[in-house]
């Protein structure tokens, strides 16, 4: 919704692989962040970035991996590091600008490590 | 860092009867922001306040921002099986150009 893509929907990976999940928006937004969602639980910041080329850690962000090369783009690696990878991963996006800064998240990506 | 606790964790309530979910930050914010999660889906900004005292509405929903700024509810009036979800506010922290969410209220509606 609101422009953001994510993909895939569902993932399954066999543990101790690094996976990339994909995160686009086509809002024009500065600022891009990635959440974990455990199931029943709220939502935990793992990356954030406030604009291309920069990012910051988050409250969970050991066992994973970001770039921000493009405005439009932020991926997220979920590395073997990563000791309870399996979960609801969500991005969203925001303007930095002005008073109104609310978030547009994607649909997710399920993440399951066998 | 800032804290932003929601309560209570979890609401079930017969069709027709009211809901209330309360947001309470360690912080004085600057603005708070509701969401709206249906199951399996993902947050659906639902609305902004900003001013001290501040009472919004939207339809059967109202939301207030306490007078200190530190608080905030969601009141739903005569809930239907539409409302069911998991309701989230959120808090800015403007110095890291983040949000900080409450852990969220889970509303399951009893037809």
């Known amino acids: 919704d609101g422009g953001i893509t994510q993909s895939p929907k569902y993932l399954f990976r066999k543990e101790g692989q690094n996976v990339t999940l994909s995160c686009e928006q086509n809002?024009?937004?500065?600022?891009m962040y990635w959440y974990r969602q455990d199931p029943g639980q709220g939502l935990r910041l793992i990356y954030y970035?406030?604009?291309?080329?920069?990012?910051q850690k988050g409250d969970i962000a050991e066992g994973y991996s970001v770039s921000r090369e493009k405005k439009e783009s932020f991926p997220l690696t979920v590395t073997s590091a990563q000791k309870n990878p399996t979960a609801f991963y969500l991005c969203?996006?925001?303007?930095?600008?002005?008073?109104?800064?609310?978030?547009?998240f994607g649909p997710g990506t399920r993440l399951t490590v066998l | 860092g800032q804290q932003v606790m929601q309560i209570p964790q979890y609401q079930h309530v017969q069709e027709g009867e009211d809901f209330t979910t309360y947001c309470n930050s360690s912080t004085t914010l600057s603005n708070i922001q509701w969401y709206k999660q249906r199951p399996g889906g993902h947050p659906v900004f639902l609305i902004q306040?900003?001013?001290?005292?501040e009472v919004k509405k939207q339809k059967r929903l109202t939301f207030q921002f306490g007078e200190a700024k530190k608080n905030s509810s969601l009141h739903i009036t005569a809930t239907q099986t539409t409302d069911v979800g998991t309701y989230f506010c959120a808090g800015p922290d403007t110095n890291a150009g983040k949000s900080t969410f409450g852990d969220g209220t889970t509303l399951t509606v009893k037809p």
């Open positions: 306040l900003v001013k001290s005292g």
């Open positions: 809002l024009n937004h500065d600022a």
């Open positions: 970035s406030q604009i291309v080329n920069d990012f």
């Open positions: 969203a996006s925001s303007t930095t600008s002005g008073q109104y800064n609310e978030q547009f």
